[in-house]
């Protein structure tokens, strides 16, 4: 069994982006829209603005109140897309309730849709034809080609249909040539399902919910699933993965650990699709000076 190392991948990755972002002086801005006082968007948010910081890249936090309200988002979203010094614009999900999340995040012009989540760049992954796509599922392709998995023909199984992970997976791994079944709450007899995927991704979020007797002999594991659970042995709260991790190991070829699997990779793909975004900015620039000077 090989145990996925998602962390020393991420740091791999930023070295690579880093030095991209030096040598073809790549002047790239992140703005990120932080509404409220969530504790997790808080870290995940304080490891985007590192990630990015670390590569080079400019960022600008918006910290708004619980208060806010729908519009005043909507107007910074607005301006933000006006604004030729940003190149990515990620609005931190959840919002508070005053706040209607889609039709904020969906205003963000799509070329600036870090997070993938705008029509035009789900319609994108629809059609095949990927622009910026949703960084979970992105780091998770990454993972799986990284660690030399061929995904043509393979039995994948993933487990959860939201729209920010697996729903834009299983059309991530289709155009990919893998045969995706998605499974979720009303699912009948989940394990029947689970117990022939050669890749079993799991985004749910209940913890140990994927047991031995439901995977096969040396299947691939890729478990999204964090949950903070208070561990009484230490006292303090940890992250649990939908995989019952030790028991899996023992059955799959390779497998990601929570923490420490995913999650990096998420990041990782954050700067990723944000070196993309300045790239197409550049040459669509370069098409219209084109069209400009003839
Ligand atoms: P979500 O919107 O709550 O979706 C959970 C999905 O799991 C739903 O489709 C739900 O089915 C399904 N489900 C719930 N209970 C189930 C059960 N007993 N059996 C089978 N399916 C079940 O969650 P999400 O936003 O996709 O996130 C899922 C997990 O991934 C969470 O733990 C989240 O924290 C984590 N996550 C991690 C990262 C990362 O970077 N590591 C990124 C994103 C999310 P229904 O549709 O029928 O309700």
Redesign the pocket.
């Known amino acids: 069994m090989i145990k996925i190392d998602g962390n020393k991948f991420k740091k791999e990755l930023l070295e690579e982006y880093k030095e991209k972002i030096a040598s073809e002086h790549l002047d790239i801005r992140l703005d990120i829209i932080f509404v409220g006082d969530n504790g997790a968007s808080e870290v995940y948010v304080g490891k985007k603005l590192e990630a990015a910081s670390y590569v080079g890249i400019r960022t600008n936090l918006h910290r708004l109140g619980m208060k806010t309200t729908t519009k005043e988002v909507q107007d910074l979203i607005k301006s933000l897309n006006e604004d030729d010094e940003v190149t990515g614009i990620i609005l931190q999900s959840p919002v508070p309730k005053g706040v209607d999340f889609d039709s904020c995040a969906g205003l963000i012009e799509s070329r600036k849709d870090i997070d993938g989540f705008t029509k035009q760049n789900i319609f994108a992954l629809y059609n095949n034809d990927e622009e910026l796509i949703p960084c ?1 599922v992105k ?1 998770i392709i990454k993972l799986l080609t990284h660690y030399g998995v061929n995904l043509e023909g393979k039995n994948v199984v993933i ?4 729209s ?3 729903k834009p997976l299983a059309l991530a791994l289709i155009n990919r040539n893998a045969t995706v079944t998605v ?5 009948v007899d ?1 394990e029947a399902f689970t117990k022939n995927a050669d890749i079993l991704i799991s ?4 913890p140990g ?1 994927i047991k031995e007797n439901m995977v096969k002999e040396g299947f691939v594991g890729i478990d ?4 903070r659970v208070f561990d009484e042995a230490s006292g303090k709260n940890k992250l649990k993965g939908d995989f019952d991790f030790e028991a899996l190991s023992k059955k799959a070829s390779l497998i990601t650990p929570v923490p420490g699997g ?2 990096p990779m ?1 990041v990782t793909c954050v700067i990723e699709n944000l070196i993309d975004a300045k790239l197409e900015e550049k040459k669509h620039q370069k098409k219209m000076n084109l069209k400009i000077n003839r």
């Open positions: 979970t780091g487990i959860g249909r939201s920010i992970v697996g499974c979720h709450s009303k699912t989940l985004a749910v979020g209940v919910l999204v699933g964090t949950t995913v999650g998420t």
